[in-house]
T-cell receptor, first 116, second 116 residues
Framework: AQKITQTQPGMFVQEKEAVTLDCTYD???????LFWYKQPSSGEMIFLIY??????QNATEGRYSLNFQKARKSANLVISASQLGDSAMYFC?????????????FGTGTRLQVFP | EPEVTQTPSHQVTQMGQEVILRCVPI?????FYWYRQILGQKVEFLVS????????KSEIFDDQFSVERPDGSNFTLKIRSTKLEDSAMYFC??????????????FGDGTRLSIL
C-alpha cells in the first residue's frame, strides 16, 4: 500500500487564486510528521511547510497552509494568492518512527501550473 | 541562510566506472541522508547516516553503494561500478535532529548523474 498518495498529477490555477494540492497518508505510527516540498524545473527541493501528528493547529507559513485532517489522514497544501513563480512540482512526504532514523517517504508529486 | 551544497551539479560517467558524489551538509546538522529521483519519478530514500555510521538503508542501497564522512564537513556517496539504471538526480539532505517540530530535512540542489 502506498504510504503517501497524491492523486492529482497536474493542477492549473490562475494567478492570484488559491489552490489546494491533495495528500493522503497511511501509517499506524502515532508519531509522524508531514512535509511539503517544492521542486521547480531547475530541480532543487525546497522545504515549504511541516505538520506534526500531535500539532493541534494547522501549520501556516506565509502563503502556504496545511489543511490537516488527522481522522481522514489527509494533509492538503493550500497556496493562497498564487504567483507565476509557484509553477513547479509539489511533493508531499511523511516521516514516521522514533528510532535513530527518520527517512522521508515521498508521494508521486503534483505539477502545478499557474497561468496569468 | 545556511544550505546544503552538492558537487558536481552534473556528472557524466561511463557504465562500469566508479563515481563519487559530494555533499557539504549544514554545519550544525547531525543527520545526513541520500535520496535519488529517477527522471519523472518520485524521490526515493537511499540511506541515512548518523554518528559516523549508517542508520538505515533501502533495498536500492546495495553493495555497489557506500557512504562516508571523511572529515568534519563532507558527506560522500560512492557508486562502485555504475549501471545505466543509476542515472538519476541524487539529493543529499541533512537535519539537525530527529522529529523536531521545526526540523525538516534540508536538501541540496542535487547532482544529476548520467550513465552512458
Amino acid at each position: 500500500a502506498q504510504k503517501i498518495t497524491q492523486t492529482q498529477p497536474g493542477m492549473f490555477v490562475q494567478e492570484k487564486e488559491a489552490v489546494t494540492l491533495d495528500c493522503t497518508y497511511d501509517t499506524s505510527d502515532p508519531s509522524y510528521g508531514l512535509f511539503w516540498y517544492k521542486q521547480p524545473s531547475s530541480g532543487e527541493m525546497i522545504f515549504l511547510i511541516y505538520q506534526g501528528s500531535y500539532d493541534q493547529q494547522n501549520a501556516t507559513e506565509g502563503r502556504y497552509s496545511l489543511n490537516f485532517q488527522k481522522a481522514r489522514k489527509s494533509a492538503n497544501l493550500v497556496i493562497s494568492a498564487s504567483q507565476l513563480g509557484d509553477s513547479a512540482m509539489y511533493f508531499c512526504a511523511m516521516r514516521e518512527g522514533r528510532g535513530v532514523t527518520d527517512k522521508l517517504i515521498f508521494g508521486t508529486g503534483t505539477r502545478l501550473q499557474v497561468f496569468p | 541562510e545556511p544550505e546544503v551544497t552538492q558537487t558536481p551539479s552534473h556528472q557524466v560517467t561511463q557504465m562500469g566506472q566508479e563515481v563519487i558524489l559530494r555533499c557539504v551538509p549544514i554545519s550544525n546538522h547531525l543527520y545526513f541522508y541520500w535520496y535519488r529521483q529517477i527522471l519523472g519519478q518520485k524521490v526515493e530514500f537511499l540511506v541515512s547516516f548518523y554518528n559516523n555510521e549508517i542508520s538505515e538503508k533501502s533495498e536500492i542501497f546495495d553493495d555497489q553503494f557506500s557512504v562516508e564522512r571523511p572529515d568534519g564537513s563532507n558527506f560522500t556517496l560512492k557508486i562502485r561500478s555504475t549501471k545505466l539504471e543509476d542515472s538519476a538526480m541524487y539529493f543529499c539532505a541533512s537535519s539537525v535532529s530527529l522529529l523536531g517540530a521545526n526540523q525538516p530535512q534540508h536538501f541540496g540542489d542535487g547532482t544529476r548523474l548520467s550513465i552512458l
